[in-house]
DNA sequence: TAGATTGTTAATCGATTAACAATC
DNA sequence: TAGATTGTTAATCGATTAACAATC
């Protein structure tokens, strides 16, 4: 029910803008913030601020600034983050082990962080039925079932490439509309369903162009 | 002793078109490719491919295509990758684990993967020592002499958030112009160094933006 | 040669920045 | 009210796409 498509450049400053407003209510004790001060705290121009919020509606006052904790709610609400997000993630190697224990650190340790790893999945015989930080370690065939179950809202791919978009089309079969994908390949998706990939290779390649001199 | 700045869209991509020509020499065999195939299987446009590439040379041969082999030896030069890049990895927690074994794998299993993890560094006790993959653990401020030692040039930070900047500091003390960060932070570096984020935190919140409906 | 595809220039598109009237 | 800062429009910047002459 979105009126207008917001681009991603938008969206994507959106979380960071949010984590900016935490850490200023938690060190600073005005209730306000300029879109100055806002965008000094997250690295980008104070007009780039002011019209990524306008997309959403007026959240500040003319003279006076933006409320902190009401940009803050608002934001929170605009990413869907005002509830749990429930997630799951397919491929339990040591990436997989590592993500879900970094998920969950933020998910206990942090105030406002919504993201929550409810399923885990895998193929391997050795790993299903264990247990990592208290949830159990699924077969794949499970996923349908546990994403209705768990109303999980969200993938996260750390399976080998060549299983990767085997994987997406489960997920996109069970209803999930956002995917973060971990293999160093390019899943193709239904127009409606949103990934992202983290390719680390592509990352690390690329930035050795600027490792020389 | 770069000519002219190229843009870092540019440098993204060309990584990429490396990876579409591995696959490709490994399926095809026909020795040429044109801009439109490397194109429809980076994702990019016909146009860009040649536009991306004319910045570094005259590489194809009208009315043909572009040489395979050539095109992949050339880009692998660009990108610093023809000889082996040595990496050091800061904060051995498990997220740090994961990506040294997954760095390694693909050191070991591809032909061309030249980024070699060479050297790791905590600052807990019962860490240091310890051997990872046949590599030990040194605490950080044997980060100067190893990065001389086995010329490193690249950096990963797989450290709590506030370690973050100054791990980045050491690093950069030491010479190192490329740093891939892992932390949820900024950090702040002299303008002839380059770091990129992978911000887990921001990319999941981001995403539950298009995980409603 | 005729057909195909590059390298490159011009046109388009989209995102960011600058400017300023509205208004708290 | 006077000063400050928003919301929004216009100008700028940069990246991508389209078009085409050059040439293999």
Tied chains: 1, 2.
Excluded: C
């Amino acid at each position: 029910m979105r009126m207008k498509k917001i681009s991603d450049a938008v969206v994507r400053r959106l979380p960071l803008y949010m984590r900016v407003l935490d850490e200023y209510s938690k060190t600073v004790d005005t209730p306000l913030i300029s879109s100055q001060e806002l965008g000094d705290r997250a690295g980008v121009s104070p007009s780039l601020v002011r019209k990524d919020l306008a997309w959403f509606g007026e959240f500040g006052k003319q003279g006076v600034g933006y409320d902190v904790e009401f940009l803050r709610n608002r934001l929170q609400v605009i990413l869907n983050l005002d509830r749990e997000v429930a997630v799951a993630l397919v491929g339990v190697g040591s990436l997989g082990l590592a993500l879900t224990r970094y998920v969950h650190r933020r998910y206990n340790d942090e105030d406002h962080f919504n993201l929550h790893v409810v399923a885990l999945f895998d193929n391997d015989p050795n790993k299903i039925g264990a247990n990592v930080d208290g949830i159990v370690i699924d077969s794949l065939d499970k996923i349908p079932e546990r994403v209705r179950r768990h109303d999980i809202r969200m993938g996260l791919i750390t399976v080998p490439a060549p299983s990767a978009q085997a994987v997406a089309d489960l997920l996109v079969a069970a209803g999930i509309k956002a995917i973060l994908n971990f293999a160093p390949i390019k899943v193709t998706v239904p127009e409606d369903v949103h990934v992202t990939s983290t390719d680390l290779s592509l990352e690390m390649q690329r930035l050795a162009y600027y490792s020389s001199q």
